[in-house]
């Protein structure tokens, strides 16, 4: 979820949190994951015009009231990650597939 923010983004939040604001993107957000922070709470970081711009960069309505835009966001990404858990584990089975068990 969080590698879709912008890096000004990722700042604002890692700023109101006092997290380090530097380095890769990928370390900014491994950052913020290894903070054990709600979503929503490090999204409330975010100024509105973030919030409706990430809404609008994954295409999905920018109306509503600050916490209902994030967790839209952040319910949008749940559904992503549960629908590519799904592919993976139908992959993974198929590839096991005539593969004789051990026991």
Same mark, same amino acid.
């Given at each position: ?12 939040? /890692? %700023?109101?949190?006092?997290? #380090?604001?530097?380095?890769?993107? $990928? ?7 290894? !903070?054990? =922070? ?24 920018? /109306? %509503?009231?600050?916490?209902? #835009?994030?967790?839209?966001?952040? $319910? ?7 629908? !590519?858990? =799904? ?17």
């Amino acid at each position: 979820m969080f590698a879709q923010l912008r890096g000004h983004e990722l700042a604002a939040i /890692s %700023g109101e949190f006092d997290l #380090r604001r530097w380095g890769t993107k $990928d370390s900014q957000v491994r950052t913020l994951w290894e !903070s054990h =922070r709600a979503e929503e709470s490090l999204l409330q970081a975010l100024g509105s015009d973030d919030i409706e711009a990430l809404l609008k960069r994954l295409k999905l309505r920018s /109306s %509503g009231s600050k916490k209902e #835009r994030i967790l839209r966001a952040i $319910d949008h990404f749940a559904q992503s990650d549960e629908a !590519s858990l =799904r592919s993976y584990s139908a992959a993974s089975a198929s590839d096991l597939e005539g593969v004789p068990s051990e026991g």
